[in-house]
């Protein structure tokens, strides 16, 4: 295992276009996490899922965004009429469930809105 | 989460330790330190997570005051590749509970030949 693949890696589009991201999590984690990052900053918590389950979601997660886990293994991050506010770096983790885990992340895919 | 408070920046001779601080004055009982870093343009790395006693492993020390309230993390020899932002967070930890990650702005390490 590789570890935790994103992709794409960039994805530059077009202003009220949708994009979808792809995250493929470390194969017997069951905790998913999305967070995005601007320049600077570092990264902020969107949402998570245990296995299927979305059981978290920020506030920074607006009805724009959509996140979805369904076999409870790769999830996809929707992002639909994009604004150029959406520029980011979108990064995904994965996780044991337990007391004290660490979660691995992966490269990112850094959405450019033009 | 408890907040963390560490410094923007600091600088480091290639070779030397590295001694990254971090404040946090506001921990609890059940919450754990964990240290990131992220090299430019990667995603984060995780470095070594402690609760009460001091840890080591293949990366870097971890030492935790007696009274939790601040951390040290120590990278013995650095070299140019430790060049990265550090981030110090604090989490609840639990079977059940959501283990979100809350990052500070981190502190930019740079090692210099």
């Known amino acids: 295992d590789t570890g935790v693949s994103q992709n794409p890696r960039h994805k530059i589009t077009k202003r009220g276009q949708n994009v979808t991201f792809r995250c493929d999590p470390i194969?017997?984690?069951?905790?998913l996490y999305w967070y995005r990052q601007t320049l600077g900053q570092g990264p902020e918590f969107l949402t998570y899922?245990?296995?299927?389950?979305?059981?978290?979601k920020s506030r920074l997660l607006s009805d724009r965004f959509s996140a979805e886990r369904p076999k409870g293994s790769f999830s996809t991050l929707e992002i639909q009429r994009t604004e150029q506010g959406d520029s980011a770096m979108y990064l995904c983790?994965?996780?044991?469930?337990?007391?004290?885990?660490?979660?691995?992340f992966g490269q990112g895919t850094r959405l450019t809105v033009v | 989460d408890a907040k963390t408070t560490q410094p923007p920046s600091m600088d480091c001779a290639e070779g030397r330790a590295a001694n990254l601080p971090c404040n946090h004055s506001?921990?609890?009982?059940?919450?754990?330190v964990y240290w990131y870093r992220q090299i430019h343009s990667q995603g984060p790395q995780y470095i070594i997570h402690?609760?009460?006693n001091n840890e080591t492993n293949e990366m870097a020390s971890l030492i935790i005051t007696e009274d939790r309230k601040s951390s040290t993390l120590i990278l013995p020899h650095a070299t140019l590749r430790d060049t990265a932002v550090y981030y110090c967070?604090?989490?609840?930890?639990?079977?059940?509970?959501?283990?979100?990650?809350?990052f500070g702005e981190g502190t930019q390490l740079t090692v210099n030949p």
């Open positions: 194969s017997e984690h069951n905790r």
């Open positions: 899922f245990q296995n299927e389950a979305q059981l978290e």
């Open positions: 967070i604090v989490r609840v930890a639990g079977e059940t509970s959501g283990s979100r990650l809350t």
């Open positions: 402690g609760l009460k």
């Open positions: 983790a994965s996780s044991l469930q337990g007391l004290s885990t660490e979660a691995f």
């Open positions: 506001t921990i609890s009982g059940n919450e754990y």
